[in-house]
């Protein structure tokens, strides 16, 4: 069974960084394409940064220029570089793995917490 760990979560003040890495296992982990979703309370799922397999990258407007993603291959690792937080990025951040709409993996979602 496909799993996806996410870890890097917490509660980091606002202008400050966190680094999320989503790790994965029984997937062969270099086909698929991987993105970070985040839900914030009230709020519906929304995509945050999305890596292909060929490591091309695509980023909601919001975090344009201070969230980073890439993956690591060969240790089926998944990482988001967030740098200047702000309160609004405060949401529960998901790991993503897509093939196709039958062939794709969710993790359990990691709290990140802004404070102001």
């Known amino acids: 069974q496909v799993q996806l760990v996410e870890s890097g979560g917490g509660l980091v003040q606002a202008g400050g960084s966190l680094r999320l890495s989503c790790a994965g296992s029984?997937?062969?982990?270099?086909?698929?394409?991987m993105a970070w979703y985040r839900q914030a309370p009230g709020k519906q799922r929304e995509l945050v940064a999305s890596i292909t397999k060929g490591s091309s990258t695509n980023y909601a407007d919001s975090v344009k220029g201070r969230f980073t993603i890439s993956r690591d291959n060969a240790k089926n690792t998944v990482y988001l570089q967030m740098n200047s937080l702000k309160p609004e990025d405060t949401a529960v951040y998901y790991c993503?793995?897509?093939?196709?709409?039958?062939?794709?993996?969710w993790g359990q979602g990691t709290q990140v917490t802004v404070s102001s």
């Open positions: 029984r997937i062969t982990f270099n086909i698929y394409d």
């Open positions: 993503n793995a897509k093939i196709s709409s039958v062939r794709e993996y």
